[in-house]
Every structure is written in structure tokens, then in C-alpha cells.
């Protein structure tokens, strides 16, 4: 585990998927703006010229709801190469149920922001660690 | 039908069909917007639409200012252009790569749309099979409330109202666009148009020649956010008139485009400049006159062929406005004529505009990269 402040902490074990996690989200939105907290996966970018663009997906998870894995999943087949892609799940306060997601989705991000977060600074907070050239914001709970 | 009752079921008419499923795409190009993209974003938001019959993509232009964070709490897509910013026409083709629905709608990231704004440019391509493109035009009021802001934006104003209708006049702050007419037009030329300039224009123009309707609607206005200044606006005076003569052609747009900004300010020149010219041969058969005759009968040249400039701006923002707005806009003239001359200048020694070297020899070998070279049309 790394310690990477006092206020924001960036777990990698356990659990199993690289998560941060902030205490406040101003402070969510104004750690998320420093380096120091993008997490191992998002920092293997590709250096030097790609031949193709980055992509990125973001569910954005509400407090209080439970992640439709068939959803991103639907998203994610739409894609021609999926498995490249990266998924970041963003949620306010601790996600519960999303074991189905894990087992569907290779290699998943969690963005632990704290209870009370907005949909729209989870997006914004979500953004910040995302490091795709094409970024898709997807809404975790069907309408 | 009165007409209100006929917008409403034309609109009403749109909104019916894009509940059947994605029927828009919305494509936001922005550069260094942060200040107006939650603005234009929650009003793109707002517009009175079923939310799953359109999407918003936006193209971060390589904006240094983390445009595409706050682009990213409204948008459903997000691209990042990285580098040096390649223009408007750039980011909007990329974002029309991604393009899911049917009807492309470009949006300005200055640009504040009103919630019937799409429904209503929507409901034009519906009802009228032989349209093809159509967009709103600038809105009287600017959102900057300076002086500048306000010139300039009721003189692109005046040209749009003046030639609103059917011509080739695509305007680059809110239109929309049948995806298979502007894929079949071959998209914005990103070729040439490395900044914001008369990209739109340019492929009004070409739609229009390759059999598209293009119109533009002055029922339909939307609001134009962004502060100019003395400056700035010489400078994009000076480099839409450029463009226009080096690369597109003085008298070929001013036939397909009439209402362009250029044309505003260089029409009333050719008889204020003929008037001036009468009046030197004149002094070799008369006695000169005085310094300040000469001076005066000049100034009043210029206010006559500005008439109806002047009278717009008397009739919209008052008499004092007009009166002092007279000398800014006899220099922006000024500056759109020797502009004129440079491109046409640069078109006979250089020839039409084209990318840096490096760029030319990507595109040459085909390189493939992301962010893709510029492509020719």
C-alpha cells in the first residue's frame, strides 16, 4: 500500500483493484489535479508517438446504487477492442455488488470518493484519472 | 397556422421522432473554454429533447486549461487532443468519427443555445428532404457585455441577417448537418484551416456545390460568448480576409456566402475608394482644395457606403453607440482591405495555404498515428 498524503490514500492490495480514496471532495477534486495520485495503471501510459487512441471508460456509480455489470458490459462489447480499454468505476462512498463487474471487466479501476459526492464531480474526478486520448462517460445504474 | 403555432409543431414533430432512439450527435470543439463550457454544456443539457435520443461529444483541442475535466461533468464523450491545437475543423471531423446519430450538430464551446434550438433546426432537416445543413444565426446581444464584444458581434450580426436564407452560409457557432451529406462533402477541410477561421464557410460553400441545401435560419439565433477585444478583433479580421483571398476566392464566396463578415466590411470600400479616386483625377483639372476638404469629403464617403451599418447599429443599440463604433469600424475596414491585398499577394507568390513540411511528409507516407495528421480533402 502506498501512503500518498495525509488527506488521500492510494491502495493497490487489498482490495484487489487500485483504488483512492479522499476524505472530503474538494479535496477529491484538488488531489486528483497532482500527479502523485494517479495510480500505477494509469501512469503505464505508452510513451512516444501511438498509432492508435487510448480509450477509457467511466462509470460513474451514484451513492447508494449498485453497478449494472451487464451494462458496461453491453458498452464495453460495442468496442472493437475492449480488452484494451481501461474502466474506471467511479463511486461515491463504498460501491457495494460489484464482484459481477470485477469478474467481467479485466482490469478495474475503483475512484473511492466520499459519501455525498455529485454525480458530475465524479465525472470531473474520474476524468482527471483517466488516460485515454477518447474518454466515454457511462451512468452505472440503468435509467 | 400562426407561426408560433407552427414552430411548436415543429419542434414538437422532432421531439417525437428522436424518442424513437440516437437521432443527433452534438459535437463541442473547444480550446481554453473553461470559462463558458459549463454554460454551453448545461444548455445543450437543457434543450428540449428526449436525453437519449442525442449525445454530446466534446474535442478538447489540446486546451491547456482543464477544459476536458469540466467538459467531462455534462458530455457522454470526451476526446483529448494532445500537442499543439490543430483548429476547429480538426477537432470537429475526430469528433465526427465517433458520431453515433444520424444529424450531426456542431456547437461553438462559446456558444449558448436556447432549449428549442435543436428541436427546431432538427425539425427543418424533417420536414424539408432538400435541406441538408442549416444553422442558426448570432444573436444581437453578445455575452460579453465591452464595447468591442458588442461591435463586433452586431456586424457579423447584420451580415447574417442581411443574407439569412438559402445560401452557402454555414455558420460555425450552432448548425446542423445530415451525417451522410457532410461525410459525402468530405467533412471540414483540416487540410487548410489549422484555426478558427472560415472553415464553416468553406464547406457551406462545398456543400452547396456538390447539390446540398444549405440555409441559414435568422428566426433561429444563439448567443455568442466570447470577449473580443481591439485586438483581437483586427487579428481575426486580418486573418479571415487573408484566407479568403489566398485560398477560397474573393469572388466565389462572395457569391456563395454574401453574409461573411468580410464582405460586410470590404463591400462599401470599392465605392467609397472609387469616390475618393473620382475626386484626386478631379484635382488635375481643378484647383486643389484644402487638406481638410479632402479629409472631410473621404470621411463622408466612408459614412455613406456604411449607411446601412450605421443604421443598424443606431436602430439596435442606440445613436452614441453608432457614433463611436463609426471610427473602430472604418479601421477594421481598413485592416480587412490590406489583408485582402496580402493574401492576394501570398496566393501569387506562395499559392493556396497548406500544413508545415513535417505534417505534408506524414500525410505523404501515410503514417498512422493519435492524433491523426491533417487530411486532404
Known amino acids: 500500500m502506498f501512503h500518498a498524503g495525509v488527506d488521500a490514500v492510494l491502495f493497490q492490495d487489498p482490495p484487489t483493484f487500485p483504488t483512492v480514496t479522499t476524505s472530503t471532495a474538494s479535496e477529491a477534486l484538488r488531489v486528483m489535479r497532482d500527479d502523485r495520485f494517479i495510480t500505477t495503471a494509469t501512469t503505464a501510459q505508452h510513451r512516444g508517438p501511438r498509432r492508435t487512441p487510448r480509450k477509457s471508460l467511466i462509470v460513474v456509480l451514484p451513492e447508494n446504487h449498485v453497478v449494472s455489470a451487464d451494462l458496461v458490459a453491453e458498452r464495453l462489447s460495442g468496442e472493437r477492442d475492449s480488452d484494451q480499454i481501461d474502466v474506471i468505476l467511479a463511486c461515491a462512498g463504498q460501491p457495494s455488488s460489484i464482484a459481477a463487474l470485477q469478474g467481467r471487466v479485466r482490469a478495474l479501476q475503483v475512484l473511492l470518493a466520499p459519501a455525498g459526492t455529485s454525480g458530475e464531480d465524479l465525472r470531473e474526478l474520474a476524468m482527471n484519472q483517466a488516460p485515454g486520448d477518447i474518454v466515454t462517460l457511462l451512468s452505472g445504474t440503468p435509467a | 397556422m400562426k407561426t408560433g403555432d407552427a414552430q411548436h409543431s415543429q419542434s414538437g414533430s422532432a421531439r417525437e421522432t428522436a424518442s424513437h432512439g440516437l437521432l443527433l450527435s452534438v459535437i463541442v470543439s473547444t480550446l481554453n473554454s473553461r470559462g463558458t463550457l459549463p454554460q454551453v454544456l448545461a444548455a445543450i443539457r437543457g434543450s428540449d429533447l428526449p436525453r437519449k435520443s442525442y449525445e454530446i ?8 486549461d482543464g477544459s476536458a475535466a469540466i467538459a467531462a461533468r ?9 500537442g499543439h491545437s490543430a483548429g476547429p475543423a480538426y477537432a470537429r471531423n475526430r469528433g465526427v468519427e465517433l458520431a453515433r446519430g444520424d444529424v450531426i450538430a456542431f456547437v461553438d464551446g462559446d456558444v449558448v443555445i436556447r432549449p428549442d434550438t435543436l428541436p427546431r433546426l432538427l425539425a427543418i432537416l424533417l420536414e424539408r428532404p432538400d435541406i441538408d445543413a442549416v444553422s442558426a444565426s448570432r444573436n444581437e446581444s453578445a455575452g460579453a457585455p465591452n464595447f468591442v464584444s458588442q461591435y463586433w458581434n452586431l456586424l457579423l450580426s447584420f451580415g447574417e441577417q442581411r443574407h439569412s436564407g438559402r445560401c452557402a452560409q454555414f455558420a460555425p457557432g450552432c448548425g446542423v448537418v445530415r451525417r451522410a451529406a457532410f461525410l459525402s462533402a468530405g467533412m471540414y477541410d483540416e487540410w487548410r484551416f489549422d484555426t478558427a477561421s472560415m472553415e464553416s464557410v468553406e464547406l457551406g460553400e462545398r456543400l452547396l456545390g456538390a447539390g446540398h441545401g444549405v440555409i441559414l435560419s435568422s428566426e433561429l439565433t444563439v448567443t455568442h460568448l466570447k ?4 485586438r483581437s478583433v483586427c487579428r481575426e479580421v486580418w486573418h479571415r480576409s487573408r484566407v479568403l483571398a489566398r485560398s477560397l476566392g474573393y469572388l466565389r464566396m462572395s457569391a456563395a456566402a454574401p453574409g461573411e463578415v468580410v464582405f ?6 470599392i465605392p467609397a475608394v472609387a469616390i475618393l479616386g473620382t475626386l484626386l483625377l478631379a484635382t488635375a483639372f481643378v484647383p486643389a482644395p484644402h487638406p481638410s476638404a479632402k479629409f472631410g469629403v473621404a470621411l463622408a464617403a466612408l459614412l455613406l457606403t456604411n449607411l446601412p451599418v450605421h443604421i443598424f447599429y443606431t436602430n439596435t443599440r442606440g445613436f452614441w453607440f453608432a457614433t463611436l463604433s463609426a471610427p473602430l469600424h472604418v479601421f477594421v475596414q481598413i485592416v480587412a482591405a490590406i489583408a485582402l491585398c496580402t493574401g492576394w499577394v501570398l496566393r501569387d507568390v506562395f499559392g493556396d495555404v497548406s500544413p508545415d513540411a513535417t505534417t505534408q511528409a506524414y500525410s505523404e507516407v501515410g503514417l498512422e498515428i493519435w492524433p491523426p495528421v491533417p487530411r486532404r480533402l
Open chain 2, 57 to 64: 461529444i466534446v474535442v478538447d483541442d489540446a486546451s491547456i
Open chain 2, 74 to 82: 455534462y458530455a457522454d464523450t470526451v476526446v483529448k487532443l494532445t
Open chain 2, 264 to 269: 460586410t466590411l470590404c463591400r462599401t470600400l
Open chain 2, 227 to 230: 470577449q473580443w477585444d481591439f
